[in-house]
């Protein structure tokens, strides 16, 4: 992280509640908007379970708390009101602590399709529904657990299974692909192509090979890694995980599936 955002977050006041503009409000409305129009047959069903528990406003910005009543019941998870970017330390620490960090503030239309920092719609309407998932929940608790102990480059590692899975985590269902990752389901674009692609590719996923996959985050992902239910998410919370990531650092990483980013526009 260390970067620097345009972005600043809002601050709550002292009952927590926050000042959102009208533009914020019709921000948030118009991606919500756009986004429940193309998840449905795409978002698996856990996703779509959680939306319905979660039952966000379409017309303002959630506040914080409206969401917490309802994680908090299901789950035992919070989310946390935090600054545009927060150190690692910081993210691994809350996670380790069932608080899913929540930037508090919105893209500019400028931005509305696409943008590298995450903003409440990404946290909220991206990773909430599943954090009402228990066996999704476990395994990013766990997830904050080992990041909290782990070293700067273990941390490289474990950031690629988080990368593949929580954020751009599909699932192999009966039915055909389905969404779980909120990288994915945040984008309306990388939404209809993690689906429908015919070039991207999507194994089965097995966290030792995520933990060698390289990613980029400004592009649609070239591989995607595929689970059959939510419930594996447990079984891998249980493996050693740490194990393979001192595995994944001898090993080495696989060759990247896209082309290196340019160097003039180093983020
Ligand atoms: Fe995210």
Same mark, same amino acid.
């Given at each position: 992280?260390?970067?620097?955002?345009?972005?600043?977050?809002? #601050?709550?006041?002292? %009952?927590?509640? *926050?000042?959102?503009?009208? !533009?914020?409000?019709?921000v948030w409305?118009d991606l919500v908007?756009r986004q429940?129009?193309?998840?449905?047959?795409?978002?698996?069903?856990?996703?779509?379970?959680?939306? !319905?528990?979660?039952?966000?406003?379409?017309?303002?910005?959630?506040?914080? &708390?409206? +969401?917490? @009543?309802?994680?908090?019941?299901?789950?035992?998870?919070?989310?946390?009101? +935090?600054?545009?970017?927060?150190? /690692?330390?910081?993210?691994?620490?809350?996670?380790?602590?069932?608080?899913?960090?929540?930037?508090?503030?919105?893209?500019?239309?400028?931005? /509305?399709?696409?943008? #590298?920092?995450?903003?409440?719609f990404?946290?909220?309407f991206? &990773?909430?529904?599943?954090?009402?998932?228990? @066996?999704?929940? &476990? /395994?990013?608790?766990?997830?904050?657990?080992?990041?909290?102990?782990?070293?700067?480059?273990?941390?490289?590692?474990? =950031?690629?299974?988080?990368?593949?899975? +929580?954020?751009?985590?599909?699932?192999?269902?009966?039915?055909?692909?389905?969404?779980?990752?909120?990288?994915?389901?945040?984008?309306?674009?990388?939404?209809?192509?993690?689906?429908?692609?015919?070039? =991207?590719?999507?194994?089965?996923?097995?966290?030792?090979?995520?933990?060698?996959?390289?990613?980029?985050?400004? *592009?649609? %992902?070239?591989?995607?890694?595929? *689970?059959?239910?939510?419930? #594996?998410?447990? !079984? *891998?919370?249980?493996?050693?995980?740490?194990?393979?990531? &001192? !595995?994944?650092?001898?090993?080495?990483?696989?060759?990247?599936?896209?082309?290196?980013?340019?160097?003039?526009?180093?983020?």
């Open positions: 992280m260390g970067k620097q955002s345009k972005y600043v977050s809002r #601050q709550p006041d002292a %009952q927590g509640i *926050i000042d959102w503009s009208a !533009e914020d409000n019709a409305h908007e429940l129009k193309i998840i449905p047959g795409k978002a698996c069903d856990e996703y779509m379970h959680g939306l !319905e528990l979660l039952n966000l406003p379409q017309d303002r910005v959630p506040q914080l &708390h409206e +969401v917490n @009543a309802v994680l908090e019941r299901e789950t035992g998870w919070q989310v946390a009101q +935090v600054p545009a970017l927060i150190p /690692f330390d910081e993210f691994f620490r809350l996670l380790a602590n069932k608080q899913f960090p929540v930037a508090t503030f919105i893209r500019t239309r400028e931005e /509305f399709d696409y943008l #590298q920092e995450p903003d409440i990404h946290e909220i991206g &990773h909430c529904p599943l954090l009402t998932n228990p @066996a999704f929940a &476990h /395994f990013t608790h766990k997830y904050g657990q080992l990041g909290l102990a782990a070293t700067p480059k273990e941390r490289v590692y474990l =950031a690629r299974l988080y990368w593949f899975t +929580v954020e751009f985590g599909l699932l192999s269902t009966a039915d055909g692909l389905r969404i779980y990752g909120g990288g994915i389901l945040s984008s309306p674009g990388e939404t209809e192509y993690a689906i429908n692609s015919d070039t =991207a590719e999507r194994k089965p996923l097995k966290p030792l090979d995520a933990l060698r996959t390289p990613y980029r985050i400004d *592009i649609m %992902q070239p591989i995607y890694y595929t *689970i059959e239910s939510t419930q #594996q998410l447990f !079984e *891998i919370a249980d493996m050693d995980i740490m194990a393979m990531v &001192h !595995e994944a650092m001898e090993l080495g990483l696989f060759e990247p599936k896209f082309p290196p980013k340019p160097k003039n526009d180093a983020a």
